[in-house]
């Protein structure tokens, strides 16, 4: 079974740092695109920052020069590293990877359980 397993979120005062952390475990051949995304109550899912296998990387506009997207290939892992915070960025955030799988034929969405980060003002 494959999994990913979010941590860092909590609660940071406006201006704040946090670091977000994405574990894959499980049986993987391969990771391809790996990124971040974020959901409000009443909201669609939006994506904040993606990045490839090939360390290519995409932000939203309204988080680009503040947050940082990375990977190590080696330990499966994805981080987010989030300044200069505002409320704006509460959400729920999620991390997503494609993932082969041991026995699979073709790359499947996975997404972790979600961690909470909320901005006060």
């Known amino acids: 079974q494959v999994q990913l397993v979010e941590s860092g979120g909590g609660l940071v005062q406006a201006g704040g740092s946090l670091r977000l952390s994405c574990a894959a475990s499980?049986?993987?051949?391969?990771?391809?695109?790996m990124g971040w995304y974020r959901q409000t109550p009443g909201k669609q899912r939006e994506v904040v920052a993606t990045i490839s296998s090939s360390g290519s990387t995409y932000y939203v506009d309204s988080v680009k020069g503040r947050f940082t997207v990375s990977r190590d290939n080696a330990k499966n892992l994805v981080g987010l590293q989030m300044s200069s915070l505002n409320p704006d960025d509460t959400a729920v955030y999620y991390c997503?990877?494609?993932?082969?799988?041991?026995?699979?034929?073709?790359?499947?969405?996975?997404w972790g359980q979600g961690t909470q980060v909320t901005v006060s003002s």
């Open positions: 997503n990877a494609m993932i082969l799988a041991v026995g699979g034929s073709s790359y499947r969405s996975t």
């Open positions: 499980g049986r993987i051949l391969s990771i391809g695109g």
